[in-house]
Structures are given as C-alpha cells and as structure tokens.
C-alpha cells in the first residue's frame, strides 16, 4: 500500500460520539503499551500521527485516522491497564465495546500483542469477542526486533493453535518495519472487502 495521504480525523471518548460512518475502518487494539500507536504510525509512515506514549493506559479515546481519503485506521484505547479484579471484561468498557459491536463501517481488527507475551487470556477473550461480533481479526505479534531472528520465528509460530484458528498471525516491528507488507495485505483486503453484515439484534 502506497501511502500518500494520512490525517487524524479526531478522538472520541462518549459512547455514539464517533464520527459519522462512512469510509470503512480497521482498528488496532492490544494491550495498553503493546505498540498499537507505533504500529499505526509505522503503517502510514508517519513518524509523529498517533501520539506514542512512555505511560501503559494513556490513549483514553479512540483516534480516528484517514489513510489516502479511502479508509480509516483506528487507535483504540489499551486494555488490562485499569482492569480491576472483579472486572471480567477487559477493561475497555462500554466504549470500545459498544463500538466493536455496532461499527457498520468496521471491517477488521489487528488485535497486537508483544512476540516476547504472547496470547494470554484477555487476547483469547477478545479474539472470542471479535468472533462473536462476526468482525475479522488477524493478530499482529510486534516488537519483533527485541528478540534474535529465530527466536522471534519461533515465537510467531507457537501464536498459531486453537485460539487463533482461522485468524491470519503475523510478525511485525515498528522500528525495522518487518511485517509491514504482510499487514497492508491483510488490512487492503478487508477494506476493499464486503461490508460487515448488519446486525441481527
Ligand atoms: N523496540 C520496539 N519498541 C516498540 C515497538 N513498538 C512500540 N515500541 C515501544 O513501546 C512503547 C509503547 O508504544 P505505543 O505505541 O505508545 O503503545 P500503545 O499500545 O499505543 O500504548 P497505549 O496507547 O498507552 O496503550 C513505546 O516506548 C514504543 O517506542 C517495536 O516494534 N519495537
Ligand atoms: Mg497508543
């Protein structure tokens, strides 16, 4: 994918304060500090569009981004930042969820973990989610360059088992930009993909 436009549309904290619908939109989630802001940059080769933060938890809304006025990336908040003990949902709270759920325009979601963590039992929860809300999902395992050439290999490979079935996984670095190509594919067939159904309820 050849970038050659990218700007933010705006960031939104109130459930149903979203933009209008209307170009299709992709969405990166992840734990909060996983890398959703930098994969995002890294996609659109743009240093500074969505703000990289030193602090887990601080992207709080969801930042919306036009790419080449065709579609729009979405940074969504991290979770597993403010999750209290009793919660059993992720942290997210309504309003990401709210979104995942009822987004017509949403046609995918990059769900990003650290190679060196992999999936643990929120990722299987939100990838049960996705699967739930009939939204496709790949999972984006970054940070590649932290580990040597074949231990990150190994660490992709052991991503694919029950919890990933049917879901594409792929190594990716925001610093070398491994995995970039195989990422455009990815999100350039689901934005030139059908329309997410409509829903039931
Ligand atoms: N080495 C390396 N560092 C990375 C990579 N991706 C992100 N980082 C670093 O990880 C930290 C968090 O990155 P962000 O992109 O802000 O993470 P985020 O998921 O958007 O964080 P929140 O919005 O706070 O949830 C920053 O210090 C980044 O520089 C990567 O691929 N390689
Ligand atoms: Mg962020």
Do not use: H
Not at 133 to 153: E, F, G, I, Q, Y
Not at 184 to 189: Q, T
Request: net charge positive.
């Amino acid at each position: 994918m050849r970038v050659t436009a990218a700007r933010f549309l705006g960031a939104f904290a109130r459930p149903g304060g979203e933009p209008p619908a209307g170009l299709p939109e992709v969405a990166i989630a992840g734990r909060s500090n996983v890398g959703k802001s930098s994969l995002l940059n890294q996609l659109v080769g743009r240093r500074g569009l969505a703000r990289i933060s030193a602090t887990p938890g601080r992207t709080r809304q969801l930042n919306f981004f036009v790419v080449n006025e065709r579609f729009v990336l979405v940074d969504l908040p991290g979770y597993g930042f403010a999750v209290g003990p009793e919660r059993e949902r992720l942290g997210w709270g309504s309003l990401v969820e709210g979104y995942l759920l009822r987004r017509a325009t949403l046609r995918g979601v990059a769900l990003v973990v650290d190679v060196r963590r992999g999936l643990e039992a929120e990722e299987a929860q939100v990838l049960d989610f996705l699967a739930a809300a009939a939204v496709p999902a790949a999972v984006v395992a970054t940070k590649l360059d932290k580990l040597a050439r074949s231990a990150a290999r190994a660490a992709v490979v052991r991503l694919a088992g029950p919890a990933t079935a049917g879901v594409p996984v792929i190594g990716f670095s925001a610093r070398s930009g491994e995995g970039r190509d195989a990422l455009w594919r990815i999100v350039g067939d689901w934005v030139a993909g059908p329309p997410r159904p409509p829903r039931a309820t």
